[in-house]
């Protein structure tokens, strides 16, 4: 195999930006739709994560599919000041800037 300098590069630098926590679901949608064009605008890479909780959570627990904006980490400080724009309330959305757990992502070792 051939080695260059990207093949000893980690791309496992994402970040959990923020969780839209909203009960309502309606309000969920327009929580998550405004971030989606604030990020866009602002031009910040961005995917969401939707985690589905397991089969004993949802039945007895009654939890619901957890929404999380992830983001690049060099892009960080863009990121919350844009959330910091618009105003939201912590029954919305629930900041929390820590390292991204991705399951899925390349390795090279």
């Not at 300098?5 to 949608?29: A, F, G, P, Q, W």
């Not at 604030?38 to 949802?58: C, D, N």
């Amino acid at each position: 195999m051939i080695e260059n300098m990207l093949t000893r590069v980690k791309v496992n630098n994402e970040i959990d930006l923020c969780e839209v926590i909203s009960k309502n679901e309606k309000r969920k949608d327009v929580v998550r739709h405004k971030i989606e064009a604030a990020l866009q605008y602002a031009r910040i890479s961005y995917f969401l994560r939707w985690q589905e909780p397991g089969l004993l959570h949802k039945l007895l627990f009654h939890e619901p599919t957890r929404l999380i904006f992830c983001i690049n980490e060099a892009q960080m400080e863009d990121a919350l000041g844009v959330l910091e724009n618009l105003n939201l309330t912590e029954k919305d959305v629930c900041i929390s800037g820590k390292k991204s757990k991705n399951r899925y992502v390349y390795e090279n070792r």
